[in-house]
Structures are given as C-alpha cells and as structure tokens.
C-alpha cells in the first residue's frame, strides 16, 4: 500500500531492520528478507529502501513509502516463522503479516515495545 509520510504525524524511531513481507490478504507469499529503512510514527510503519528514500518521499507526495497502518494490529514475538533471531511479527486485521528481526537484541526489543505502545494509543482513542 502505499502511505503519507507526512500530514503531522511525529515519527518516533528510524532504523535499518531486516523485513519479510510473509502474507498479503490472509494469503502466503514467499518469504524474503531485506533491509529497510523502517520509520515509526504516530499511527503507521513506513519502509523505505533507503534513508536518503525518505527525505525525497516528503518532499515529493507522488514518491510514497510502502507502510502498515498500525491500528488494530497485532504484535508477537515469534520463533516459528523464522530461523533468525530475534523476529517480530506484525499482523495487521487486514491479514498481511511482516517480520522485522535485527541481530543486536535490544534494538529490536525497543521497536517491538514502541510498536505495541503505539498499536496500544490507537485503539484507545
Ligand atoms: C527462504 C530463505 C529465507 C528463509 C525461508 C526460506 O528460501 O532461505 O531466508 O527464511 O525459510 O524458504 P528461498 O530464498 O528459496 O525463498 P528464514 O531466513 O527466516 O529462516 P522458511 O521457508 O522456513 O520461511
């Protein structure tokens, strides 16, 4: 899907993590890791492929970021869907479902807590 970066939303985390796009619609897809630029704001999870990607993203609307709207997701620590470490995963009511893993442990366990956070404020408003 494609998403808007901007309209006052506050990003809260920017980091390169490792992403796998697993199911789109409930449906399976072939799994493949690759490192993504990943911005966190108020409501959604932005991917880029790169950190320069984003700069250009807002400043040109029509260069709009794949991302995940946050609201009503699910987020899990998962060891079956992955032989990595450290894997998250993202469930969003819609049925498409990404993992985001880093190697260094306390980074992902700062994304994972951010997110649900996030996920948490948005259902309670
Ligand atoms: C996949 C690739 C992934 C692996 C996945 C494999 O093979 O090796 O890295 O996931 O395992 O199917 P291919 O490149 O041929 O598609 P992990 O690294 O997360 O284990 P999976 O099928 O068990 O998900």
């Known amino acids: ?43 959604q999870l932005l991917f880029y492929k790169e950190s320069k990607q984003e700069a250009v993203a807002n400043l040109k609307p029509s260069c709009r970021p794949d991302g995940v709207d946050l609201c009503g997701a699910a987020i899990e620590w998962t060891t079956e869907k992955s032989s990595r470490k450290n894997v998250m995963q993202i469930t969003t009511p819609t049925g498409d479902e990404f993992l985001l893993q880093a190697d260094h442990f306390p980074t992902i366990c700062k994304w994972h807590d951010t997110i649900k956070k996030t996920v948490d404020s948005l259902s309670s408003r």
Request: aromatic fraction near 6%.
């Open 1 to 43: 899907h494609n998403m808007d970066a901007s309209v006052g939303l506050q990003p809260v985390l920017k980091e390169y993590l490792n992403k796998a796009k697993i199911a789109e619609g409930g449906k399976k897809l072939r799994k493949n890791w690759t490192s993504s630029w990943v911005v966190l704001s108020s409501s």
